[in-house]
């Protein structure tokens, strides 16, 4: 029991460390809360500090549930639910991070972090490492293709579900783990609200291919006179 504990305990301290902010203010000097979306992300250290930015910040995001993962499997092989709850409180710490505390306007204590798509899916890699083959490259591909980070973060649990249910069935995992990627999508989904209600008025900002084409059609239509 102490020892289960303590793996959830630790697992939220290094998912709390905030690696997007860490690295933007190593790259460039500043405070990655202060752009833009201000999660800490690898979405918004791109947009802070550019491509190898936002690339590392979500490599090091990943590990950092990856690794706690990874932990409790070893640790603590018969506890299956803490090897579940372990990348979940990974995730839960890169999100609402101990190490980014600060008060409101209002005087109320809250605390900052990411969106959690990247740890999901690295805590997922962590529980049965085939999702690294076609969990992460599909969730690139919809971030790419949809334009749209908040879908593609949604779509990281959805994705681990389906392939956690193909791991059950065939006798290769827990069946628990399915729960991993149902606590996840509840988690980034309540992170994701703002974002949410962007996309259902239409206010979202795109990314990836889309939003290349959507800058190519109004750079023609300057050029053109078009409107």
Request: net charge positive; hydrophobic share 50%; aromatic share 8%.
């Amino acid at each position: 029991m102490l020892i289960s504990a303590l793996i959830l305990i630790f697992s939220y301290l290094i998912g709390s460390i905030p690696t997007g902010l860490i690295i933007v203010r190593l790259k460039t000097g500043k405070d990655i809360r202060t752009v833009e979306s201000g999660r800490t992300g690898g979405t918004n250290a791109m947009r802070a500090a550019g491509l190898s930015a936002g690339l590392a910040t979500a490599i090091l995001d990943m590990l950092k549930a990856l690794l706690c993962a990874y932990m409790a499997r070893v640790l603590t092989p018969d506890h299956v639910w803490v090897q579940v709850l372990a990348p979940v409180m990974a995730v839960i710490g890169h999100n609402y991070s101990i190490f980014l505390i600060e008060r409101t306007e209002n005087g109320w204590i809250r605390l900052r972090g990411g969106a959690g798509g990247a740890p999901t899916g690295g805590g997922a890699v962590g529980l049965w490492f085939p999702v690294l083959i076609l969990g992460i490259p599909l969730a690139s591909l919809i971030l790419y293709f949809v334009g749209y980070a908040s879908i593609a973060t949604l779509s990281v649990p959805i994705i681990i579900i389906l392939i956690f249910i193909v791991g059950a069935y065939i006798g290769a995992i827990p069946w628990q783990y399915i729960a991993y990627g149902l606590i996840t999508f509840v988690v980034l989904v309540w992170a994701l609200r703002p974002n949410i209600r962007r996309l259902i008025n239409g206010d979202e900002r795109m990314v990836g291919y889309r939003a290349k084409r959507k800058r190519k059609k109004a750079a023609l239509n300057e050029k053109t006179g078009q409107p």
